[in-house]
């Protein structure tokens, strides 16, 4: 076995650090979208306008940036939404996210 491992250390050696080097690129470059959005229902009386409000702020947009973003994401407009519907919005402002850019196709 010593004479095994002595002959293949250097294969062995790559082996490893080639695993190490895939498991590091798979943990960098996974999906984390489940951190940055939530899904909210809409009720009765809500406005996308009421959302930005109270959501705005843990986003990190403006109010007017804020509602774009919902409405471009769920491919709606204000008057679209209705009591049960489901929206996702942002929790965290992924403007300078390469991923964005990357999925909305900027």
Do not use: C
């Amino acid at each position: 076995m010593s004479t095994f491992i002595k002959k293949n250390s250097y294969t062995i050696l790559f082996l490893v650090v080639a695993w190490l080097l895939a498991f590091a690129y798979i943990q960098l470059t996974t999906d984390s979208t489940t951190d940055q959005y939530k899904t909210i229902t809409i009720s009765s009386g809500d406005t996308l306008w009421e959302i930005a409000l109270e959501h705005q702020q843990e986003a990190g947009y403006s109010i007017p940036d804020f509602i774009a973003w919902v409405e471009e994401q769920n491919q709606i407009t204000g008057r679209d939404i209705r009591p049960g519907d489901q929206i996702i919005i942002p929790i965290e402002n992924v403007v300078n996210d390469p991923q964005y850019f990357a999925s909305s196709g900027e």
